[in-house]
């Protein structure tokens, strides 16, 4: 670009004819001094000043210095002057001249003004230049740390277009991820998301391509050589490569410049290609149509390819990473799933629990972060703890695998086993009676003969009815008891229990042995004291699986939330007897899920189900005695969090529950006002 020379009116300056005579200058006459702001920064300015000039604005001085900040100034003085006027600054003036000076004096002034106008054009330049590059290695650091440490892809690439956007003012960008085959060899080129400026709404469906020159981004994917092209409208056909112009034959939108890296790993495997479209003169305006596209489209020159390889480069071990990250969630995803599914297979009648516990669990969180009254107004979960209270949720029960069968799937007081042998015995004793029946009747014959027989044999038929319909009864009243649906007074109980047959010998028989009678007298649930304990002790087998795996600083509470899922705020819970705050929140937000699902679900085989309003009174109990969170118990319930499932949980009305199995079972209490309704603690 020339050098400028501003000077006056050319009528006052004969000595300018030998400046006319330059090819690399243009000379332009002013009427005033011009302002700093309107002298164009990326070109060599020379400024020729006289009195007149000078005259043309108030506070020269000021005005001089700061004008020689960007331009050399010659200052033309009156006839036979040997150094400038006192109104000129002498530190802002780089030549003088006399009206009257010869031509060789004017050359050499003028000359010396044009080299420094030059050197100072330059180190502008330079400055703009280390300033850009400090910029972009200032932009590309923070891009780096901003990529580095995004986990979610979809996310990632999002950040990794708009800021080579940014980077290079360009209108709009794809981003291509390679595919590969199980063995690893690179497959096809996906696209998987895009930006446009321009149009932002444009409609957009991730689709393959193949990996070879039919397309720009394939011909880079498949060869690693980056593509700058001015105008993919006129590719010559010699190329080896072609430009598909049928997006924008569909949408209507006009490419021109583009630029295409490969994003190649460390591994100097291409992930990926960044596609770079239409580089713009301002990064703010928008292209409505051709004119637009071409008044503002530029080439992408070396300036925007610069920091665009090093952001590829950036991009490329970002999205390495984000695929590990994303194949190791996968894998440690899959790895949750199968263990919940061994907990369905180890219990298989609270199958599905630990699935709708934790989707439950989620919407109560979610639901809790929306209120802006009460204790726990703007307590606020991030994606990362939701993730943690999700797997905390998935697991809470995994420790079941190390709970003996016979009592993880007790759903009677006796297991199956003693209630056998208690069948067994009763059957013994009936057909004893038959045996007795038949010796005292042929004693009978013996002794007498026909004589009065029919009267006795009624007499023994009719005795050994009535203690046979007294055993059958017994027997059938403890199978009512064992299955928990007997319905009398403790007392009454211990007194079937207690009950002794004496049979037609005259023999007195204990119809239920000590450890049967003590079983049968549980009062809650099916388990014995003992038999509690073991169960409860699932919590701490899952504190241990737990505490084996090697979480992430993410999800290292895991352990911990899960482990507190069945402590009470009053202190009654277990297995620690923790009290109040010492209970993490996320646990709590567990514990009502939990409680609320096995209330209200219908597949298990020891109990029926209880409607919602019926099972939320009795959540609602369990927090009146200081058991559980009213407060969350009132979010709970007013946000009606059960129905912001997927699959909202409702149970049958009372009297509609599953069939299978006997009513009121291992938690027949929870039909009770006040009981605890965490019941076995099968939840």
Request: aromatic content about 4%.
């Amino acid at each position: 670009m020339k050098a400028l020379l501003l000077a006056g009116s050319p009528a006052s300056y004969h000595e300018l004819q030998l400046a006319r005579r330059r090819d690399d200058l243009e000379i332009r006459h002013i009427p005033a001094l011009p302002a700093v702001g309107s002298l164009e920064r990326d070109r060599a300015v020379v400024l020729l000043v006289d009195d007149v000039l000078l005259a043309s604005v108030v506070n020269p001085e000021r005005w001089m210095a700061e004008l020689a900040r960007v331009c050399a100034i010659v200052v033309r003085g009156g006839p036979g002057e040997l150094v400038p006027g006192a109104a000129y600054p002498a530190g802002v003036i780089s030549a003088f001249f006399a009206s009257d000076a010869g031509e060789e004096v004017v050359r050499l002034a003028l000359e010396s003004a044009l080299r420094q106008a030059t050197v100072m054009r330059d180190e502008r330049a330079a400055r703009g230049e280390a300033e850009r590059r400090h910029r972009d290695l200032v932009q590309l650091a923070e891009i780096g740390v901003a990529l580095a440490t995004e986990r979610n892809l979809s996310r990632l690439l999002g950040q990794i277009l708009a800021q080579a956007r940014r980077l290079t003012s360009c209108d709009a960008a794809t981003l291509y991820l390679v595919e590969r085959r199980d063995d690893g060899s690179p497959s096809s080129l996906r696209v998987k998301m895009t930006q446009n400026q321009s149009r932002p709404t444009l409609a957009f469906d991730e689709f393959t391509l193949p990996l070879d020159s039919s397309s720009l981004a394939g011909h880079v994917a498949s060869t690693g050589e980056a593509l700058s092209i001015p105008d993919v409208a006129h590719l010559s056909p010699s190329l080896p490569y072609a430009s598909n112009r049928t997006i924008d034959s569909l949408t209507g939108y006009q490419t021109r410049s583009m630029l295409v890296l490969p994003l190649v790993s460390h591994r100097e495997e291409i992930v990926g290609v960044l596609q770079l479209i239409n580089r713009k003169r301002d990064a703010a305006v928008l292209l409505t149509g051709p004119e637009s596209v071409a008044r503002e489209v530029i080439p992408f020159t070396l300036e925007a390819l610069e920091p665009a390889t090093a952001l590829a480069a950036h991009a490329a071990v970002a999205i390495e990473n984000g695929l590990l990250h994303e194949s190791i969630e996968s894998l440690f995803e899959g790895l949750v799933t199968a263990a919940v599914e061994a907990i369905d297979a180890r219990d298989p009648s609270t199958a599905g629990h630990s699935s709708r516990v934790a989707a439950l669990t989620i919407a109560f969180a979610n639901r809790l972060a929306s209120i802006e009254q009460g204790p726990y107004a703007g307590v606020h979960f991030s994606t990362s703890e939701l993730r943690e209270l999700r797997y905390a949720a998935l697991l809470h029960d995994f420790g079941k695998v190390g709970v003996r069968e016979e009592i993880l799937l007790k759903g009677r007081k006796l297991h199956e086993a003693d209630m056998q042998r208690v069948r067994h015995r009763i059957e013994l004793l009936v057909l004893a009676e038959d045996g007795h029946h038949e010796r005292l009747r042929a004693e009978w014959l013996l002794a007498n003969g026909r004589r009065g027989y029919d009267e006795r044999a009624a007499q023994l038929d009719a005795t050994r009815t009535e203690r046979q319909a007294f055993l059958r009864e017994f027997l059938r009243r403890v199978e009512l008891l064992n299955e928990g649906r007997l319905r009398e007074r403790d007392d009454a109980v211990r007194r079937l229990l207690a009950q002794r047959f004496e049979d037609g010998a005259g023999e007195t028989h204990a119809l239920l042995q000590a450890n049967e009678r003590a079983m049968l007298e549980i009062q809650k649930g099916t388990l014995s004291a003992a038999e509690r304990h073991e169960l409860e002790e699932h919590v701490v087998h899952t504190d241990r699986f737990l505490r084996r795996i090697p979480w992430t600083r993410e999800l290292s509470l895991v352990p911990e939330i899960a482990f507190a899922h069945h402590e009470k705020l009053n202190g009654v819970g277990y297995p620690r007897g923790v009290r109040g705050d010492a209970i993490p929140l996320r646990s709590r937000l567990i514990t009502i899920a939990d409680v609320f699902d096995a209330l209200t679900s219908g597949d298990r085989s020891y109990k029926d189900a209880v409607p919602v309003e019926r099972a939320l009174d009795i959540l609602e109990s369990e927090g009146l005695a200081g058991e559980l969170d009213l407060e969350l118990l009132r979010v709970f319930r007013e946000g009606r969090v059960w129905e912001t499932q997927a699959k909202p949980v409702q149970a049958p009305e009372q009297g509609s529950g599953a069939s299978g199995g006997a009513p009121g079972g291992a938690l027949a209490r929870e039909t009770r006002p006040g009981a605890r309704a965490d019941g076995r603690s099968r939840g």
